[in-house]
């Protein structure tokens, strides 16, 4: 299948994340989908930072409409056209703030991979032979 990789730029909510901005700068990250490591997760990437999360696609689908998340990744829209990604860990908190587009973007490009890489249709059957039609169904 197809790896869906997409590079956005944040701004980073958190102080110890900032790569030495002090303005609130927007900062590159990586956006990955590979369906045959996980056809459910997409991972964040900070690269500036050298951190990396994977987490469930449908959570980061379900925050750009409303709160979701209650572990170690949450994710909330943030007026009509941003969405604020949290994660926790053991090194502690870093907070992003996306623009809504491209994640929706990123989550299309998801979908469209996954699809892509299946049959549309199932395959023709042409062993059994074609249903008669019925004239009594048929108006004329």
Known sequence: MSVVEQYARVHILTDTDRPGDVDGGATPVALRYDPDADPRAVSL????RGREWTFSRALLEQGLRAPAG????????????QAVVEFHGAEGCSVVQFDTRALMRFLRQTYLAAT???PATAPVDDSRPAPVEDSRLVSG
């Open 116 to 118: 892509t890489d299946r």
């Open 70 to 81: 209650t572990g170690e990744v949450r994710v909330w829209p943030c007026g009509r056209v």
């Open 45 to 48: 990437e900070l690269p500036a």
